[in-house]
T-cell receptor, first 118, second 113 residues
Framework: AQKVTQAQTEISVVEKEDVTLDCVYETRDTTYYLFWYKQPPSGELVFLIR??????QNEISGRYSWNFQKSTSSFNFTITASQVVDSAVYFC???????????????FGKGTHLIIQP | DGGITQSPKYLFRKEGQNVTLSCEQN?????MYWYRQDPGQGLRLIYY???????QKGDIAEGYSVSREKKESFPLTVTSAQKNPTAFYLCASSGGQVGREQYFGPGTRLTVT
């Protein structure tokens, strides 16, 4: 069965520091998709990125970057020059065809609570 | 604007009562989902539906029921059989193919006393 582990329960840094959120996944499928979501205090999950298992190219979007490494089953998320507005809970999630195919649900990690102090 | 609406944002019920949570989307998405989130936990899948008039149980379906009579709507009923119903409930939708990102509503916080 698939599994997503976010070992960091909470991270606190001072504004402008760089911070990396770790995500390790388990799946038996060779085709799978990985996601990162942000959950601000309001509660609504905001989609950040999707990656498929065939594309290991790292991605950068502004201050956000993602490092996907199949060799270590990791999909880590880095925020450069963090800002107070980045404070939120961040979830890593996995979707694969082990669930039976079709548009099945995502398997989420437990999330990392990121606190950016001014 | 396209999006997902959930109502109400906060809901209070007495133990033993059934309660229905609303979820509507105007994104023309085929697939819809219900997740439950408990404090300090990730989201767990309750039910999902890939097309109208069809739905499947997720990991924690016991004590819940759903219907999908319209493409836009996917209401969730929390029955009295659900042992620990107090939680934050999130509805999502996606284009329907494997691996498509899901978009989430604002959530409903249910408190049962």
């Amino acid at each position: 069965a698939q599994k997503v582990t976010q070992a960091q329960t909470e991270i606190s840094v001072v504004e402008k520091e760089d911070v990396t959120l770790d995500c390790v996944y388990e799946t038996r499928d060779t085709t799978y998709y990985l996601f990162w979501y942000k959950q601000p205090p309001s509660g609504e999950l905001v989609f950040l990125i999707r990656r498929n298992s065939f594309d290991e190219q790292n991605e950068i979007s502004g201050r956000y970057s993602w490092n996907f490494q199949k060799s270590t089953s990791s999909f880590n998320f880095t925020i450069t020059a963090s800002q107070v507005v980045d404070s939120a809970v961040y979830f890593c999630a996995l979707s694969d065809r082990d669930s039976g195919g079709g548009a099945d649900g995502l398997t989420f990690g437990k999330g990392t609570h990121l606190i950016i102090q001014p | 604007d396209g999006g997902i609406t959930q109502s109400p944002k906060y809901l209070f019920r007495k133990e033993g009562q059934n309660v229905t949570l609303s979820c509507e989307q105007n994104l023309n998405h085929d697939a819809m989902y219900w997740y439950r989130q408990d404090p300090g936990q990730g989201l767990r899948l309750i039910y999902y539906s890939q097309i109208v008039n069809d739905f499947q149980k997720g990991d924690i379906a016991e004590g819940y029921s759903v219907s999908r009579e319209k493409k836009e709507s996917f209401p969730l009923t929390v029955t009295s059989a659900q042992k620990n119903p107090t939680a934050f409930y999130l509805c999502a939708s996606s284009g329907g193919q494997v691996g498509r990102e899901q978009y989430f509503g604002p959530g409903t916080r249910l408190t049962v006393t």
